[in-house]
Every structure is written in C-alpha cells, then in structure tokens.
C-alpha cells in the first residue's frame, strides 16, 4: 500500500477545501471499500479526508416526516436503531446481510451508495424508498433524489468538493415489501442479483441490483402493474416486463440468463409477497 | 482402558485460545528481510531474458534471485519441479524471481521494477487436451527425470503416470452382464484454504548450516527436499515446523522455502520471510487436481456388479512431482468400497499450464467417489433397487477382495453402512419447509488408505523426569487435527502415567526424532505405533530397574498410576520419578540411568505391487471404510442448496479422543460441502479468475448442517490400541451424496461439481422443458494410448 | 505522512506514531507483537485479525491505524486477566472449538462482542455473528457450542 496524507477536518467546510485543493484526493469514511482498494493498489490516492469526525455525520435525526441517516452513521447503528426498523424494515433487512458484522461495524450507507457499485446491497431499498441524497456543496447545500444518483460504475452525481452527508427517507403510511438477495453463499457474499419490491403507499415500486452498470428502478413493470389487482396472470406479465428492463452480464458469479431468471423470480415472489400477506 | 478412548481437553488449546502460539508469520528475528517474489503472467512461456537491474538499484533491496540461482530439479516421487522456473514457466503465477529487502513494502516495490522478457508458446490449459497426440509437451525432458520405480511416466507425452489396474477378465465380464452403462464425470480444481497463508523463513550462517522455519506439514520431507535441491548435508540443514495454521495436504512436501533459500545463501547471518497472500495461497500452494472420470459398469439384474472399466484423467497442472501418487492411489481404489470382480481400471497423470496439484485431504478419494458413488446411485435406480441395499449388496467384507486383489480380513462397511442409513432415517419422507422447496435424502459410501510408499518410517522418544512427568518427542506436526494429544493419551495410556503430566515437542529436525511426513491419515497409526513402542520400551527399563528395587521378577510388575506396583501386593510399589534417573542401590551406587524409551515403526508387511497389473497382496497398510446420508432442500426456483442433515459413520478402529474425532468428522463433511456447493478455483485459459475469498467461498458457520456422527470400532490389528487413520476418509462420501440427494428429489442427474445454484437451476430448467435427465460432462472425452 | 495517535490497547493507554498507510492490524503486529490477531486474507472476507474496538467486533486489516486515535482496542492477548480465562476460551477448549487454531483469536473475540451485547443468543444469531469469521478446520458445529454453552450459563444467572 503506497504512502498518502491523511486528514481529519472538524468540518464540511474544511472539508470540501481540502478536496478542492489537494490533488488525487479522496473521502474516506468506514474504509471498507477504500483500504481494500488501497490494498489491491487500485487506487493510489496522494490524500486522503477522513470526515468521520465531522460529529453531524454521526447523527440519525428522526423527524414527522422522515428520518435522515448520517453519513457516518454505520450499518450496524443503522440497522439497530429503533425508529429505522419500525419504518424501513426492507433497508434493515438488505444491510443485515451486507458483508459480515465486522464489515457493518465500520462500514456505512453513505459510502455504500458513494462506492456505487452496481450490487450496493443498501441501493434498491432506497431505491424503493425513493430517497434523498444530502449533499454538501461548496456553492450551497443540495438534495439529490437516489434514482439519479447513480450514474454508472463508480461513477456518480457529485462535483468536485461535494461530500454526501446523509441521507433522507420519507416516512411512509405503509410499506409492504421484501428485500431478496442471490448468492452464493448466503452469509458475507457479494449479491448475484439483489431486489427490492415494495408498496410504497399502495404503489408498486422494484428495484435491481448487480443486473445493469447501476441499481436501477424498473419503472416499466411499475407502470404496469399500476391500479391493477396482483393476480397470477399479472404477477407473471410483470415479472417478464421486468426481465426487459435489465441489462445483466456473464461474469463469474453468475451467467446473464440465471441472473434474468431471478430478476424474474424476484418479481414473482416480492409481488406475491405482497398480495399474500 | 483409562486415557485411550477419552475425551481429555486438547493440550494444545491454552495457546491456541489465547493468541500465545507463534506461527512462522507471527516470528520476528533480528536482521530479519522480506522476500517478494516475481511471478509468470503467462500460462506457457520460454523466459528470454530477466533484467533485474532497476529492481536492484532500488534503496533498500538487498539481493535478487531468478531460477537460474536453482536450476536443481525436486520432486517427492518424480523429480520434476523448479522452486523457480529456468527457462519456461509453465502456469500462471509460477515464481521466476525473488528479492529480499530490508521492509515488505520494498520487497513489493523492486519485484514490479524486474522485467522479464517472455516468448509466449501454446498452452494446455485441459487435461484431456493435454493426451491428445499433438498436444505442446510441457516437460519435453520427462526422460530425464529420476522417479520412483513405482510410478510409469511416459516421455514424449504429457503423462506424468499411468497407472494400470488389470484383474479378471474385463471382457467377460461385460460379456456376463445384464446390463451395462456408461457415465462420465468432472471434478474441477479446488484449493485448501488453510486460515494460515503459507509463510517460510530461511537463514543461513556463515559455517554454511541452513535453518528453515515453514508453517509445514512434514518437517523431514522439506528437510530431505531441500538437501537435494540445495546440495547441502542433512546435518547442516535445520527444519522447524512451529506451528501450523490448517494443512489438509496443501503443507505437505515443500512449497515456498525452495524459493528464499538462495536468498539466503547469498545473505548470511538475515533470516528472509516470505508469506504468501491469500491470492499466492490459492495458485502457488498446491491445489487439487482436477479429474475427468469415466465408466462403464456391467451389472446383474440382481443388482451384483460384475465388471468395471474406468479411466481417470488428472488435471496434474505443471509439476506432478507429488500429483503421480494421486493418480496411483485412485487406482487402487479404482471402484471404491465395492468388491468386484472383473476390474479394467487406467489412472493418467497429466500435465497442464495449471497451478501445481497436489495432496488435498483424501489424496484422490473425494475426486474418484464423487464419479463412483453417483454411478452406484444411477445403476440402483435403473434396477429398481434401493440405493442402500445396492451398495450392501456389492459392499466390499470380511472374506471378499479389494480391486488389487488382497484379501480383506478386517471391514465394518456394512456396519457403516446402517449406521448412517438409520441415523438419517433415510427411507423417511421429510416435509419441505416452503411451497418453492423440495426436500430429500441422499448417501455415499467412500474408502481410504494411507497413500503413502510401502517403507516410510516413524520414530518416537520417551524422556521421564525425576519428578515423573514426560516427555514425548515425535516429529508428527499437530496441524489442528489433534496429534499431540492423541499420541499423548497414547503415552499415558502404555506408561499409565496421567496425561497432564506430559510435554509434547515435535517439529524440529534437530532435536526431534524421524517422522516421514503429516499425512495420508498415517499419523494415529504410524506416530502413534511408534510412540506406544517407545513407551513400551520404557516401560522395560523400568520394570527392570523395580524389578530389583521391588525384589519381584518383571512379570509380577506393572504400571499404575505413576508407579510401579507388584500386582498381587499393590502396597509394593515405586514412583516412576523415582526411577526416571536410575536406580540407586541402598550401598549409594546407581544403576541404569537415565530411562529414555525410542519407538520405531514401519508398517508391517505392506509390499509393491506388479507394475503391469496393479495388483498386490498388501499393497497399503489398511483401509478404512465409511458411508454418509445427506438430508437436504433445495429451492426449485433459485437453485438453492441448504444442507440440513448429515450423517457420517467410519470403522475408525478405536477412538482414542471421541470429542477429536468428532471435530475431524465434522470438519471434513462442511469441507466436502463446500466443494459440492460452491467451491471451484475458476480458469479461464490458465489464468485464475477468482482466487480471493471474494469470489471463492467456503463455507461460513450458517452453512453448516446438524451433524451426526457415529464411529465404528473394528479394531486395526496393526494399529496403536486397534486405531486407524479417518480424517480424511471423512471427507470422501458428502459430496456425491449430495448430489445423489438432488436425484432423489428432481429426477435430475448432474455429473459437474460443484452444484451451484445457477448449475443446479440450469439443470432444472432444461428437464422442464426438454425432459432431459442426465447432465453430463460438457466436453465428453475419447482417447486411448497404448 | 506519520501522526501521534492515543489510544488504549489491552487496557493500556498508548501515545504511538503511525504511517498514514498502516492498518490496525499491521500496527498490533509489527510496532506491539500481539499477533494473535492474524492476516488470513487482508480484505475483510475471512475474520481471522477481527478485535474489537469500542467493544464492536472489527477487521483490523480493514481499519487504518491513524483512526483508532481516541479509541479502546482490545485484542485476543487483553481478553484473559493474567492466566484466568475468559469463560468463551475455556468453553472453547472444552468443547473442542478449536483445531489449528488460527482462526480462534478472531473467532472468540466475535464472540465475545455478541455475548456482551446480547448475553444469552440463540443459535441462528450465534451463526449470524461468527459468520464473518471462516473456519476450515471444524466445521462449526463445535464453535457454535462453545459459545451456546456460555450463553447457556449466562442464561441461568
């Protein structure tokens, strides 16, 4: 692992100064992606910011209508903290097989999402969820909505000098769903193909992962199924709609037809899923 | 008996669960250099030239060494294999330079600044390919190699063995058969996985003794390796073996040391470390072979197997120094626990541009049986006979012949057989837990012997203390599977001395006796043989020496408890302490001295077999048998697997340590799971595509299914206290009857491991819409040498 | 780039200087000699450098050494007072949790952090926390035991 600088700002201001200023800089947060990818030399950064001891990135702030997850909040808090299970259970449920318990006791959502990887196993909940982005900026604070976040492989919405500092989840009347991830192995593996399919408020919402560049929602199978009764036949028509709407590759965890099947199944099962119970 | 056969705490666990055990990797020593080593990008290159001036100039680079430094071939049965490759690297990953500089960072750094300068040559990245007559040679000077005069390469080809097995009449057989079938299968390279990467340090002082630390299985088998490689006296050349972090054959013969002693020629006075990575660990430690199988069974209606003819073709990858036994012990166990008469069997050992294959824990057993034991389960179906009862039917007993022809006197198959049958209630109909699942039930047999030469040696020293403690110095390596304790009960059982009051050393050439190597399941047997006569033989000495201090003659005399006692009048008795130095006589003088009993053992009997038929009286020490019942469940959408029961039943002979025993029999089927559910190291033109636990993965605790175990005690008449060797045994029959439960349950036949979800799906999918039953080898093979 | 970090290792408080580069694990091993904590893959995938910090179970290869300023570590070595065991080292030994060994250290301290926080698991849950932590030797069966057997007291108390 090559040498870099190192720096822990107070601030978001400094922060994004530093960002702006250093070249080959980047943000490091729970380290789990970054100092693997230091390992293996994929990245040879000249500095690193840690923003971990920005003390508002440490917050879940639960309000009327939402609850904002701070960006340095760990998988772990999240996922066992109170008002987060009772509201978002399909997000706990995804980040409850993120990696392993030691992973989720470093790592965080902000970083899972900043990673962008095209199977972030917290992504189709907040997908479903419709969540927002909050972002830092030098040029003023901003939102941006989670389906336009994402913009291809590691590739995503933010400027130069941004820093995610969390993110905002409507609270919903009622949510009715299921995260479903496919692997290998079921414990601490990386997804073959990872879904969320919810009723949102008396809407169908889906969404993917590992099955294109990004985590994707699969609006064509939504508009399908709206207003209409979650019968056998539609169930099937809309689990084949969504098989459309994905771009799957052959690689080694798995072939683009068995990830298609299950992009398939997921459908089938998470709409059952939802009319059953 | 009072120790044997007991559940005493492993001696060795205080260390272990305090973090106090030093591993190679954990030892620091002063001077101390890290190696990196430079590694071949290409499957098949001739190496034009290595340019490692840059590397050099580097600050804090100390020396660097390419293959040229040692051009001296090694080998344990062929002498085949480069610690680093001359002038051809023959797979990706092998070795071709190495650097020692003062910081790993360093060492990192000089190993991307050597350039070397390649002419890529075609590769053979199958083994079936490997056979055909225009295949690239991958040793074109096989010729040359000494070998072991057991074992038959053939020069000109890329057979590194052929093993023949030739008994009965083949043709008749078939010719007497009902039926006759035919069925191929495919096992795919999987590695070790020990938690403990592999790690060495070599130092060598200036009056020209080499030490070598090595987290290894066989301190004795380096030692030897290495004075041949190197040149260097057996007397100069120190091997230690602290401790080892999980072998399962991947640390037995030699890996990575051969690589940093030049460094250490060159460096006097600097022990050089090298620690693989978990990268190195799944291409540069040894692997397991690939295997393509076939066979063709004649069978009578009334379920009786007359003949087999069966090929097995091994995927050696580059160097079979060690790989040409695997292939000879599949050929004596060619149609695993089953007695049949008409035996027709070829085992090829073949060279690839694959990672080096090697002892994996089962020695072949695992690779062969997942063919066998479908094959049994296919053939049971077609006659209409219940799986279990068609293998009581052909089950190797007491009376019949193995497939070398020795007679067997000694097998609780049968028993094994019930056990493990009942204790999975295999005839019962399980409920699925869910709508989209089916549930169902499987079972395997398997057979193992210790696969090793028919003259390898144990040896075993006794020291007694005046306090009456012990002692018990054996060069057998504890690599979890319990060693130190067993030999230890062992001791304590012979001298009738408690346990607690034992020291075990073991793992260092110089100080601790001859051991030929950990594996093949030997060490119970062969250590512990030697460790019992070791204690027999102090035990002589003392009754000697009470025998005169008791005033009872020696036959009167035994040992109980720390004492000598006279058995009709117990009161009469002397502390072994009090003995341990000599006996001293009431004038003052002493006679004896100190008592140290040695104990050497070679297994009895055992003989080579006729090169031309592969047959022989007694060609291995013995044979243990076992059977395995799998109760699973499978989602018929995703292609799930979850293993929910398993039941493992092996004639172990007598347990010595039953909560040990237990841990090797459970050990092996999650092991055996893992490579039937999700275990392959993946290459794609000789080039691994998935070695790091991202994209390998074992099994985690949630894998795991209930598990029972159920030994049978047959006892080994050669064997310490009637013990034979299970560890790997064990891991031989969950695989196929994994396999055999999705039969069960789907109708549906799948011939490749592992049987992962998406191969499992596949399959599935295709007997739904096509009726297809029997998914077979992609790549069916037709080949046939003279 | 080094920086003065403090901390408390094994109940110990240090002042140490570190490289931006080194992770936590490196920096037991190589600077304090506790190499009970081993390196079985160095990407977090196999749990064998697991220790806790802030009594949360961690993979100390995956955690740069600078960001433990601040913070409690405890490791294998701190878990036993002296020569008295921690109950999960003992249980471990006695119900034959442990072959080779390598995977003990990081496999007990998991346990460890699941039983301070949830003192009396059931057996999904112990699985669900060890499952970070690969084990080829045993098969689980037994490890899963060992740390039952503890809860199982912890249960009665």
Redesign the interface.
Known sequence: ??????Y?PDTLKEASELLLKLDKSYI?NG??DV??R???ELMEPDA?I?I?EIKSLHEIIEEEESITVGACVTM?EMAHHKAVIHDFGILVDAVHYA?????R??ATMAGNICNASPLADSATPLLVYDAKVLVYSPNGDREIPITEFFKGVRKIALEKGEIVTGVRINKYKSVKGVFRKFSRRK??DLSTVCSSVASVDGEIKIAFGSVAPIPLRAYKTEEFLKDKELTDEVIKEASKIARTEVSPIDDIRASKEYRLDMVELSVVRGLEHIRDN | MKYVGK?I??V????????????V??L?LSKMLYAAVKRSPHAHALIKNIDVSKALELEGVKAIKTGKDVPQRAGLYLEDKYFMAVDRARYIGEAVAVVAAITQEIAFEAVKLIEVEYEVIPAVTNALDALKADAPLIHPQLEEYYHASIFHPVPGTNISNHYKLRKGNIEKGFEEADFVYEYNFYVPHVQ??????HSAIAQMDRDGSLTVWASCQSPYAVRQALSVAFNIPLNKLRVLSP??????GSKAGTTLEGVIIPLAMELRGHPIKLTF??EDEFVNAFVRQGLHSKFKTGVNKNGKIIAIKNQYVWDGGAFNEYGVNISKAAGFAAVGPYDVEHIWADSYCVYTNHPVGGPYRGFGMSEIHYGIEQNMDIIADKLGIDPVEFRRINAQKEGGRTATDSYITNCGFLECIDNAADAIDFNKVETPSGKYKLRGKGFAGGMKAPSMPTNVASSAIVRLNEDGTVYLMSSAQD????SDTVLIQMAAETLSINPDKFTIKTGDTDHTPYEWQTVASRITYCAGNAVVKACEDAKGQLLDLASIKLGFHKDDLMLEDGYVKAKFYPEKKVAIGDLALGLTMPDGSGVHGPIIGRGSFIPPNTMNFDLETGLGVNPVAFWTYGAQGVDIELDTDTGEIKVLRVSSSFDVGQVVNP??L??QL??????SLGTALFEELMLKDGKPVNN???DYK?????D?P??IIIPVENPEKTGPYGARGVAEPAMIPTAPAIANAIYSMTGVRIATMPLTPERVKKALKENKETGRTYFGVDSDYEFHIK | ?K?KISFILNNEKITHEV???K?LLSVL??DF????????????????C?VL?NG????S????A??I?GKEVL???G??RGDV?DDL?IS?????A????????GM?M?AK?LLNENPTPTEED???????????????????KAIMVVADKNNNQ
């Open positions: 692992m090559k040498n870099f600088d190192y822990k490091i380290g789990t100092v693997v230091l390992r293996n690193l840690n971990k772990n990696g392993s318990g030691q992973v006791n470093l414990e601490v | 559940s705490d492993r060795d666990g205080v260390k272990k669960v305090t973090g106090d055990l030093k591993y990797d954990d620091k070790h996985v020990p938690i403990e990467n401790a080892v972090g999980g072998g399962f990575s978990r690599i979890g599977q319990g909560i040990l237990e841990g459970e050990g092996a089927i999650v092991q790091s636990f991202v074992i099994p985690t605790a949630d795991m209930e598990m | 780039m920086h490289e931006s580069n992770t091993r190589e000699d506790f190499t009970g904590a081993k390196e079985g893959c160095g990407m977090g995938e196999c749990g064998a697991t910090v949360q179970p961690i993979n290869c995956m955690m740069l600078v960001d300023e490791t294998i070595e878990l036993s065991l080292q471990f030994i006695e119900n034959g442990l072959q080779c060994g390598y995977c003990t250290p007990i998991s952090a112990v699985k669900h926390a060890i499952s970070g932590n690969l084990c080829r030797c045993t098969g689980y069966q037994k490890i899963v």
